[in-house]
């Protein structure tokens, strides 16, 4: 018998676990058969998501020390960079502006009162964070002993000391061979691992997205629905037709085709609304199915997991002018240039973890005077934005490294 490729088996997954997320939905919380089931989907999501996360850390480090090692030349090593860091900041650009009018011309929570939400503020303990405590938290967290930062997961730190040592692995050159042997060897044997853990992503994904259906609160959905419509609407936007437009323009690339290579990613990124879980399939998908060079793509795809979120800038855009709304501030320009700014700031700082940006989003809210407690009303509906936000931040990471790939190529050509 054929085997089912892994694709199908994950969208059949995907499918199964969507049909009995609502059937525990109908049931309710309290029918054996949905609690048992759910316990299941949480033994199994989990078991999923951890073996991601084993294999996360040294996946980062060995594929940037790499990567960067690979780009032999201190020019090419530049652009590859620079062009990166472009990108990104200039997609997130365009998905702030694009939150900002779509807020602007709708206005949501224009319909409703911050006093509706009295109850759900009150327990809420808001974490101060103003913009100068954010950027020394975050410049701290830049640089951290190697070591702690391995055995942390602190993503970010890994990241800067992996880019640091591949850059003295250039400088150094062939004195030190032997350690870029290693890993690359040892880089390629985490892949192989990430293969193996693959096999389990139908089932992973299944029991994620039963449990995000099965546990939904629709009341509160209905509530902030036209809150919802816009993030959802604007995200939909700008990853559906904004990003695969800035791909064909500049590489050629249909969007169908780039939908067929990423489809496992994204998929992987809408279930477990991680960027950072995503990562090992992100890079999966990158090399084998789109191929994007392991070099460029092995630097690119971990730094924009880290950097690169526009799903995330456009959220905290939005929700910031939805709270200005909700407690009736008209916000000037000048003060939605800031939560412009912040948004971006916020999207930056935010990890690749699940709501990470409902943490950040206190420093928008403070930057223009809006109380912070408002987070409480959106928490109830974050989890289901996540899933989309996070999908659109991993898609931005993909296209980011065929771009740079596609113009690294058209200046001078890979070496290898
Ligand atoms: N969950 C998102 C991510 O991992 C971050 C966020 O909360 O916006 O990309």
Known sequence: MKRISLNTQILLGSLLGILLGFWFALLGQESDIAQNGLYVAKLVSTLFIDLLRMVLIPLVFTSIVVGVANLRSHRQMNRVWQIALVFFVSTM??????????????????????????????GFKATQMSLSDFFAHFLHSLFQNPIAALAQGNVLAVVIFALLLGIALVVGGERYRNILILMQEFLELILMLVGW??????????????????????????????????????TLLHGVVL??????????????????????????????????????????????????????????????????????????????????NLVGMELSLLQQAIV???????????????????????????????????????????????????????????IGSLVVQKWIKKQDGLNK
């Open 93 to 122: 650009v365009c998905s702030v502006m694009l939150g900002l009018t779509a807020a602007n011309l709708l206005q949501p929570g224009n319909e409703l009162q911050i006093t509706m939400f009295q109850d759900a503020m009150q």
């Open 197 to 234: 853990i693959m096999r389990l992503a139908p089932f992973g994904i299944m029991a994620l997205l039963l449990q995000l259906i099965a546990t939904q609160d629709t009341h509160l959905l209905g509530t902030l629905i036209k809150f919802v419509a816009v993030v959802l609407g604007t």
């Open 243 to 324: 990003l695969p437009l800035i791909l064909y323009l500049l590489t050629g690339m249909t969007p169908l085709k780039f939908w067929l290579g990423a489809r496992e990613a994204l998929i992987t990124a809408f279930a477990t609304s991680s960027s950072a879980a995503t990562l090992p399939v992100t890079l999966r998908c990158a090399e084998q199915h789109l191929h994007v060079k392991r070099d460029v793509a092995g630097f690119v795809i971990p730094l924009g997991a880290t950097m690169n979120m526009d799903g995330t800038a456009l959220y905290e855009a939005v929700a910031a002018l939805f709270v200005a």
């Open 340 to 398: 412009f700014l912040t948004a971006m700031l916020a999207a930056i700082g935010a990890p690749g973890i699940p709501s990470a940006g409902m943490v950040t989003m206190a420093m928008v809210l403070q930057s223009v005077g809006l109380p912070v407690e408002a987070i409480a009303i959106l928490m109830p509906v974050d989890r289901i934005l996540d899933t989309i936000r996070t999908t659109v931040n991993v898609e931005g990471d993909l």
